[in-house]
């Protein structure tokens, strides 16, 4: 069993910047999880894919994101924690943040994932 732990978030003006953070306990990578990442779901739309990053530091993002967003990952015993450093953000960044993990970065990117976080709001002001 994972369990993911968001932390992070908040409101910011547009321009500005904020961190999200989660961290995994239980088995995960070289486990059957081997990719952790972001999905962000605004009102009235789908949930959209953002980030992920997977045991060897491969990284996807989406278009919308790239060159604005950069996603981490520290493996530690037991715990393993990625981070969603979030630059220059806009309005339409506004939505609900979740972590997700699944087996593969590729599946994980399409939205194949085994365990979901939370969730967090981030709400960006023009």
């Known amino acids: 069993q994972v369990q993911l732990v968001e932390s992070g978030g908040g409101s910011v003006q547009a321009g500005g910047s904020l961190g999200l953070s989660c961290a995994a306990s239980g088995r995960t990578f070289g486990f059957g999880i081997n990719a952790m990442g972001w999905f962000r779901q605004a009102p009235g739309k789908e949930r959209e894919f953002v980030a992920a990053i997977n045991y060897a530091g491969s990284i996807k993002y989406a278009d919308s994101v790239k060159g604005r967003f950069t996603i981490s990952r520290d493996n530690a015993k037991n715990t393993v924690t990625v981070t969603l450093q979030m630059n220059s953000l806009k309005p339409e960044d506004t939505a609900t943040y979740s972590c997700?993990?699944?087996?593969?970065?590729?599946?994980?990117?399409?939205?194949?994932?085994?365990?979901w976080g939370q969730g967090t709001q981030v709400t960006v002001s023009s």
């Open positions: 997700a993990a699944g087996a593969t970065l590729p599946g994980l990117a399409r939205g194949s994932a085994d365990y």
